[in-house]
């Protein structure tokens, strides 16, 4: 719904331009300024996400995602995490740092905000 309360209706997906695997087989763990630390273990067509410590509960739940290769080492990393609910990172893993923004649940609250890599393990027969 929109600020003025018309939401327009429903909608296909429109997704174009290239996708990459490349991050399948890697493990990055980061922290953000806000405190939270995460694990992600990328596969083809999912990751699993692990909340390490933070402000809620440690848990894991693995999704599908989509990424794209902006440039050498630097990914943007999609998924939602249900209708309405949407993250995206940009992952530098040159700089070794993870950008977000996203529409959290259960209140839909924002987050944006920056997080420094402290692992990153890549897949034995990498290309980046």
Not at 6 to 27: C, H, M, R, Y
Not at 32 to 54: A, C, I, K, V
Request: aromatic residues 10%.
């Amino acid at each position: 719904m929109t600020g003025n309360g018309f939401a327009p209706p429903p909608q296909n997906d429109k997704i174009g331009g290239p996708s990459t695997t490349e991050l399948a087989g890697t493990v990055i763990e980061y922290t953000y300024s806000t405190g939270n630390r995460y694990r992600m273990e990328f596969d083809p067509q999912t990751l699993t996400f692990h909340l390490l410590e933070g402000s809620a509960p440690p848990h894991t739940v693995t999704l599908p995602y989509r990424a794209r290769l902006i440039r050498c080492e630097l990914y943007l990393v999609t998924w939602i995490v249900k209708p309405g609910i949407h993250v995206t990172l940009l992952v530098d893993l040159a700089e070794r740092l993870v950008h977000v923004s996203a529409m959290m649940p259960p209140n839909q609250w924002e987050f944006f905000d920056l997080g420094h890599i402290s692992v990153v393990q890549l897949p034995e027969e990498s290309h980046l």
